[in-house]
């Protein structure tokens, strides 16, 4: 299969421009006219990534994380990055990303982590934009069918991520909630855009400090989940289009988390 059919596969349902302009999706390393038979999905490109895939001879790896962010004025061995680059190529290993366009898209990550995962019904998009005539973005926001107490949210958050602890920013005691802000990821910068549009409480991960003394300053309150425990399932999205899709092997491979409960 070659690869370029793979990748107008995937930008078919995810778009490139369905992105954040800070954000670098597609495809980092390869040639587009490369014969992909195996493939492997993970959340990050490690090293370690980079090994497993050598070992079970995969020719792609699709990650949501992009290995590139920034412009490279050299790729050499004296620097991790550069040394994955390296190692990539002399391997023929082609990689490609789908990062924020797979969160905004229509059936994405926070589409599948809020409903497929934490089982809420018919979330809205929390902060809207219209490309090409579709409405996607970053966040849902879902309304509960009953309000629900923080300590039952926190329980059902645990037992379907299958998490040990999650950080929580509490505005006010005996907390009932009714409606629920959500982003996988990175997202505690859209709290104000949550609370505004009526949310009780927002999901995501890596709240910093600030971030979530502002939140609770202002009686809003804010469950971290962690990161990696708030994208690990993305590998799921594209396995599905790809069986729908293609006759092609595919495996696993996550190099997380990163922190651990000690």
């Keep these: 299969m070659k690869l370029s059919k793979i990748i107008n596969c995937l930008e078919e349902k995810f778009p490139k421009n369905y992105s954040e302009e800070w954000d670098n999706v597609g495809l980092q390393v390869g040639r587009r006219s490369s014969e992909i038979n195996k493939i492997l999905l993970s959340l990050d490109l490690t090293e370690k990534v980079i090994k497993e895939a050598i070992t079970e001879n995969v020719q792609l790896i699709i990650t949501h994380h992009p290995m590139i962010f920034k412009p490279l004025k050299a790729v050499t061995g004296d620097s991790t990055l550069g040394k994955k680059i390296l190692s990539l190529i002399e391997n023929n290993i082609a990689v490609y990303s789908m990062h924020t366009n797979l969160d905004s898209g229509k ?30 973005g970053i966040g849902r926001l879902y309304k509960l069918n009953s309000s629900i107490t923080i300590d039952q949210l926190i329980l059902e958050i645990k037992e379907k991520l299958n998490i040990e602890k999650v950080s929580l920013v509490l505005s006010k005691e005996n907390l009932l909630i009714k409606k629920v802000a959500l982003i996988s990821g990175s997202g505690a910068s859209y709290w104000r855009k949550a609370k505004k549009l009526g949310a009780d409480i927002l999901i995501t991960g890596d709240v910093k400090y600030h971030e979530a003394l502002d ?26 289009i790809l069986k729908e899709n293609f006759d092609i092997e595919i495996n696993y491979f996550n190099d997380g988390p990163i922190f651990q409960n000690k």
Excluded: R, T, V
């Excluded at 939140?215 to 599905?240: P, V």
């Design 107 to 136: 059936f994405g990550l926070n589409d599948y982590l809020g409903e497929n995962i934490l089982g809420f019904e018919k979330g809205e998009i929390l902060d809207k934009k219209e490309i090409d005539g579709e409405e996607i």
């Design 215 to 240: 939140a609770k300053e202002e009686n809003f309150s804010l469950i971290d989940i962690g990161h990696f425990e708030s994208e690990q399932m993305f590998g799921k999205i594209l396995e599905n």
